[in-house]
């Protein structure tokens, strides 16, 4: 059990003198006496201000997917920042780059950004300026990152305030938007089939665009029904509607061409960000030669001065050639599924209702219920209160989850058979402190 914390809350004390909670994110704070402070990571691992060790299935929410410090792309960075880092012109890492990744997802052509936000937010730009449209559908539950356009019908909002299923409301995830501009967003519930035929039926000259986690990625790895990508695609070529894919989870983790090759559906656009560079901050917005063609200088504005930084470009060069050639995915999937099975087998020995949802290199577990979710309302139906208890637990004992049951857990290549071993006995014992809640929940459901 993880007993020493004095360095830490020493530090996280300073911390709140400057910064406001502590943190830089608010997804970050997990409370005054629980934010962890983290001084390094190696391979699977990582340890905190009291040097006490975790074995790590965060990730930083999802972008390291080779392991903490990999040798290769940090040599790679180190090599090439000796000459420069920011230059404002194209470089040779760039050109390297945008090779490899068009050739990778099958995408025609790419512009680099910082961040999945700023990904998604070009490419919604992109696909209005393509179109000639202003609205864009988006889903209930799913995160495309930190701006007013997005920010409705979050994760995290109270499924009670969303409406009727079939008139439903768009719910403010933040303070500090204008109102009227949530009626550039038409949301719907996801995985239904007949609530967003009827609403293109019905707005389809005025929508630009359907924005789409394949799997989402913020609420428990909800995955989407069979066909549902399918019938997304058919509506978009039937009205000439931009299909985006937000990949910026999905891209390069659940395979080498993320969910548009895991899937067999291909997006118009689509954001990546996050596994791309393995931790470093790089994002991309890709698509069709038709509707990247737009990003022309005069006419719509994509830009940073940071975009295709050489430390962005050259670690996520590094990454991608990892990635291709060789088997890290299929690696990863081996291992996420053999501890989504033994998480599986210890819950049911236990007698806990319990579902595992996602893919093996990203994944979610939830118990309580043996009802797989398919959307936000229906995840929404789980029980926090034990989930939470499980996943303090297991934080407790050196395994570093997010403590909000919405956050997947994600694998990577540095994960190994002792770390899943050393997994699956704290989970064993933290199902066996579940004790008289988990009871409880047991004569509920009976």
Not at 12 to 21: E, H, L, V
Not at 79 to 96: C, N
Not at 326 to 334: G, V, W
Request: aromatic share 10%; with cysteine; net charge neutral.
């Amino acid at each position: 059990m993880i007993t020493k914390n004095h360095k830490t809350r020493q530090l996280f004390d300073k911390a709140k003198q400057y910064i406001p909670y502590g943190v830089n994110s608010n997804f970050r704070y997990w409370g005054d006496d629980h934010t962890p402070v983290i001084t390094h990571g190696k391979g699977s691992h990582i340890w905190d201000a009291d040097d006490n060790r975790y074995i790590d299935y965060r990730l930083g929410f999802g972008p390291i997917i080779l392991g903490h410090a990999h040798p290769v792309v940090t040599q790679k960075v180190c090599k090439a920042i000796q000459h420069g880092t920011t230059f404002a012109f194209t470089t040779p890492w760039e050109i390297e780059l945008a090779e490899r990744f068009t050739r990778m997802t099958g995408m025609n052509k790419v512009r680099l950004s910082n961040t999945g936000t700023e990904a998604t937010m070009h490419a919604l730009r992109i696909a209005r300026a393509y179109t000639g449209r202003e609205r864009f559908i988006k889903f209930e539950g799913q995160y495309h990152g930190n701006y007013d356009y997005v920010m409705y019908s979050t994760p995290g909002v109270d499924a009670e305030k969303l409406g009727p299923r079939t008139m439903p409301r768009r719910v403010k995830g933040t303070e500090g938007m204008p109102n009227a501009i949530r009626n550039y967003m038409i949301s719907l519930p996801y995985n239904d089939f007949d609530m967003v035929e009827a609403a293109v039926q019905c707005y389809g000259d005025e929508v630009a665009a359907i924005m789409v986690e394949p799997i989402m990625g913020n609420v428990a790895g909800v995955m989407p029904k069979p066909g549902w990508l399918q019938h997304l695609r058919r509506l978009c070529d039937g009205y000439g509607i931009v299909l985006i894919f937000d990949e910026v989870k999905t891209g390069f983790r659940i395979a080498r061409g993320g969910a548009q090759e895991y899937f067999g559906v291909k997006a118009d656009l689509a954001a990546y960000a996050k596994a791309m560079g393995n931790g470093f901050p790089v994002s991309a917005i890709a698509g069709k030669e038709a509707i990247m063609a737009v990003v022309e200088p005069g006419k719509v504005a994509h830009g940073g001065t940071y975009c295709g930084n050489i430390v962005a470009a050259s670690a996520a060069a590094a990454t991608l050639e990892i990635l291709e050639t060789q088997p890290i995915i299929k690696n990863i999937f081996a291992t996420g599924q053999e501890l989504m099975q033994g998480m599986d087998e210890i819950l049911s020995r236990a007698g806990v209702p319990h579902v595992v949802t996602g893919v093996p290199s990203m994944f979610s577990l939830l118990v309580g219920r043996d009802e797989i979710p398919t959307d936000y309302r229906t995840y929404c139906a789980n029980d926090f209160e034990l989930s939470t208890e499980l996943l303090g637990g297991l934080i407790a004992r050196g395994i570093m989850v997010d403590d909000d049951p919405r956050e997947p857990w994600f694998l990577c290549a540095a994960h190994n058979a002792q770390d899943i071993a050393e997994t699956l006995n704290a989970f064993e014992d933290t199902v066996k402190t579940l004790g008289v809640h988990a009871k409880k929940q047991l004569a509920l459901a009976a």
